[in-house]
């Protein structure tokens, strides 16, 4: 069940429309946006490969760590 968790918060852009929330003195400056540009983008010159990349290892990687957490404790969302 925590498939649909990982669902509504991360492909609907939940999680991360909140953590763009907080940010330093311009929208701009986010933890988000720091990652891509400096992670991502900057190494590989490319905001398209960077782009990719980050979805890759850094959203997908993130929610199926969580899932598998969440299971590993025995906690599910329930419908």
Same mark, same amino acid.
């Given at each position: 069940?925590?498939a649909m968790?990982?669902?509504?918060l ?7 429309g909140f953590?763009?929330? #907080?940010?330093?003195?311009?929208a701009?400056?986010? %933890?988000?946006?720091w990652?891509?540009?400096?992670v @991502?983008?900057? =190494? #590989?010159?490319?905001e398209?490969?960077?782009?990719? %990349?980050?979805v890759?290892f850094a959203?997908?990687? @993130?929610?199926g =760590?969580l ?7 025995g906690?599910?969302?329930k419908?």
């Open positions: 069940m925590n968790l990982v669902f509504v991360g492909a609907q852009g939940i999680l991360a953590v763009n929330g #907080w940010y330093y003195e311009s701009d400056n986010n %933890l988000v946006n990652i891509q540009d400096h @991502f983008i900057d =190494v #590989w010159n490319s398209r490969v960077g782009s990719l %990349l980050y890759i959203e997908i990687t @993130f929610w =760590v899932s598998g957490i969440l299971h590993k404790l906690i599910y969302w419908l």
